[in-house]
């Protein structure tokens, strides 16, 4: 029995891999590349020929101080001022809304969602998040508008917004709730916290940084949204402070305004505020990842 124990125990041998096993590994390997290389030449292409037709708009100065009030449709004059700021109040006021609902609907179905009403839930957000952008905008346009009797408004659009931004605000919060321990939870209620406090002391702050991520990536998905802008407001060519009222113009509406003009002034328009659009979007998702990173490296 000594004389076994005292055995120098060999460590496992491994075999090479064969040669049809490489060529098999290495074929795989090419395959991905090459699906990835076709995935982004449109992307790159698309980025390119926006970047090259709508770099000369906005090099401007006024195309970020200006808006389109008294220019004529050959003029090559004034900015992107009002839609720029159309687009942000319109996703700003989708968002005082879709936030607190979705991430109150994620809470609820993480923590609380037990029976018919959780599965409800559940259902209903993921026939949301399939219910096409012009779908939600004729829903908001039958109940708002022709229902209750209120004019086509920026706060129309808004409300329709929220219909899309909602199902991905609650999504991206479930999971990252889920991801959250559940020691943490064991050990708050162990020291006698109680459910709710616990929620909004531990478990959500804890979630916070993938939540807010999902809640930037979601306000940069509905900034881009044609359909809710084209039924539920008109175009303005200048600004309009009142969100309940009246004309207001957007990014993706001026983009599709701006089509009809057959001016070389108008393409370089449309150009210019689809790159105007793109930088927007582009800004927001820098931004998420780096509210993740910093609230990831403060915890």
Known sequence: MTATLDKPVKAPTFRKLSTSRRIRNNLATGIVWLCFAIALIPLVWVLYTVLSNGIEAIASANWWTKSQRGVLPEQNAGGVYHAIYGTIVQSAIAAVIA?????????????????????????????LAGVPSIVAALFIFALWIATFGMPQSAFAVSLALVLLMLPVVVRSSEEMLKLVPDE????????????????????????????????????????????????????????????????????????????ANPEAAGRLRVWGAALTLILIIAALYLAAAAVNKLLTRNR
């Open 184 to 259: 943490l939870r064991e050990a708050s209620y162990a020291l006698g916290v109680p459910k709710w406090k616990t929620i909004l002391r531990i478990v959500i702050p804890t979630a916070a940084p993938g939540m807010i991520s999902g809640i930037l990536l979601a306000l940069a998905c509905v900034m881009g949204e044609t359909a809710p802008v084209l039924v539920l407001v008109g175009y303005s060519r200048s600004i309009n402070m009142n969100v309940f009222d009246g004309n207001m113009a957007s990014l993706p509406l001026m983009i599709y305004q701006e089509l």
């Open 99 to 127: 936030v607190p609902l979705g991430i109150m609907a994620a809470v609820f179905l993480v923590e609380y969602g037990r029976g018919w009403l959780a599965k409800t839930t559940t259902f209903m957000v993921d026939i």
